[in-house]
């Protein structure tokens, strides 16, 4: 029998790779290389599914190189690799893994902003500098999390994450901004309070950034928000480097403009941003949110099963896109 090829873009569980060499042909990536968009394509050849990570590029030009390319599951909430009306329009599924990343992720926002506003990674290197020679009043003084406003924008299933956390956890005023409003039963599960963005901005304590990447959401933050925001203030962003304007954000930093910031993504990472790596007050992760054994596993998992669901029964799990004469 002639088995369907797919491709697995990069490195992913072993077990989960077996699972899809059960079902079909499969070119992997095991050595992990980060392919250029002209060797994906041409990876891309005679394969009727892929399994991407968040960072190929899924595009016209890809999708007119590879027109027997049926599906592309994207281990990954987030979609901004993908051109998803291109995808539609070459009569290509697109799916992501939305839900089974949402608690760890937002454990994660939570995490990054206790350490932020807490100078937890600030105050180890100083320990491991040797420089705790005594104790003083006002070291490492950080912001204080509990009982303070924080501001979420992007209130999808993250934020609601975080909201609820806050909330709940931490007795937070939570304020949100959002395309769209909450339903008043989730803004009362949430505890959280509906804000214009200027208003968000001049009165959070922190600033959560949890929106997806988009041409709109590009620069969510540069430096006329920054200048809106308290000195005392701390900025997280655990959604999308270039929701943040980097060099603004560097700059605002420096000169004691807003207290303190904790990142997970960066305008063109790996590579970060010279002039963050220059600041003692913020804080720098990996792109590592939803980076928990047993969430990785699942949401490879997933997207594994959009690529058996699809390619076996013409069903996709978790769809981004509905394909014209797709069944309902
Ligand atoms: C991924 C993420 O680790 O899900 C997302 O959108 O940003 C992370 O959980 C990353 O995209 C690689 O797949």
């Known amino acids: 029998m002639n088995q369907a090829e797919i491709l697995v873009a990069r490195a992913i569980f072993p077990e989960v790779l077996d699972v899809l060499s059960s079902h079909f042909k499969v070119e992997s990536n095991q050595a992990d290389e980060v392919w250029s968009a002209s060797e994906l394509t041409r990876r891309m050849q005679g394969k009727v599914g892929a399994l991407t990570t968040g960072s190929e590029r899924i595009d016209a ?15 990954a909430v987030g979609f901004n ?51 705790w020679t005594k104790w003083s009043y006002d070291m490492f003084a950080g912001a204080e999390v509990h009982g303070s406003t924080i501001g979420i924008i992007g209130m999808g299933r993250i934020g609601q994450g975080i909201a609820r956390r806050a909330a709940h956890g931490f007795g937070m005023n939570v304020i949100y901004h959002n395309r ?56 997280v962003n655990i959604a999308r480097g270039g929701i943040v304007d980097d060099a603004a954000l560097a700059k605002a930093l420096a000169v004691g403009q807003i207290a303190a910031a904790g990142l997970d993504v960066f305008e063109g990472e ?59």
């Open 180 to 235: 769209s409003r909450l339903s008043p039963e989730l803004e009362a599960e949430c505890k959280a309070r509906y804000v214009g963005k200027q208003e968000l901005l001049q009165t959070a304590d922190h600033v959560m950034l949890v929106v997806p990447y988009s041409a709109e959401s590009h620069h969510t933050i540069g430096a006329a928000e920054l200048a809106l925001m308290k000195p005392t203030a701390t900025l």
């Open 61 to 75: 030009a890809l999708l007119q190189a590879n027109p027997q390319l049926k599906i592309v599951a994207n281990m």
């Open 81 to 131: 690799n993908f051109d998803v009306p291109a995808m539609t329009a070459a009569g290509v599924q697109a799916t992501n893994t939305p839900d089974v990343l949402t608690e760890t992720t937002a454990d994660f926002g939570f995490a990054l902003l206790m350490a932020t506003a807490r100078r937890i990674t600030e105050s180890e290197h100083f320990l491991r500098a040797g420089k």
């Open 270 to 328: 790996p590579q970060v941003h010279p002039d963050l790596l220059k600041v003692p007050n913020v804080v720098l992760t990996p792109h590592i949110a939803s980076a928990t054994v047993k969430t990785r596993r699942a949401m490879a998992q997933l997207a594994a099963d959009n690529l058996v669901t699809y390619l076996t029964r013409g069903q996709a799990l978790t769809p981004l896109n509905t394909l014209p004469g797709a069944a309902a």
